[in-house]
């Protein structure tokens, strides 16, 4: 990482496996040796990822949760007719304003005809 020359970023194993169980994580991977964790989910977070949180916070370790493919996720709330479109554009115009470059996506997406944007 330019400009981070001590800063190192490891890519561990999801918990809640059978080879990591949510239980025992935390302590398994020796995560309170660690200066900060980011927690990455393409998906809704889950009880395990509270766990890594609690723990985190008992040995005063900072906590980043970053929510991946949310896009997709308001995309297929559209096509399934969960969300109207206009209020999947109000919500991507507040991203917008906080300078989230995935809402311009989804604004575009939004404004083509949803229906033949899906492949399914």
């Not at 969300?83 to 997406?109: D, K, W």
Request: net charge negative; hydrophobic share 40%; aromatic share 10%.
């Amino acid at each position: 990482m330019r400009g981070a020359s001590n800063c190192f970023i490891w890519d561990l194993p999801g918990a809640n496996t059978p080879n990591n169980p949510a239980e025992t994580y935390f302590e398994d991977k020796l995560l309170c040796a660690y200066d900060a964790l980011l927690l990455v989910s393409g998906e809704t977070f889950l009880e395990s990822d509270l766990e890594v949180l609690k723990q985190a916070q008992r040995y005063g370790i900072p906590v980043a949760l970053v929510r991946t493919k949310s896009d997709i996720h308001i995309y297929n709330m559209i096509y399934s007719e969960e969300i109207e479109p206009e209020a999947a554009e109000r919500y991507c115009s507040l991203l917008n304003s906080y300078g989230t470059p995935v809402a311009l996506r989804l604004l575009h997406m939004i404004n083509e005809d949803v229906t033949s944007m899906c492949s399914w």
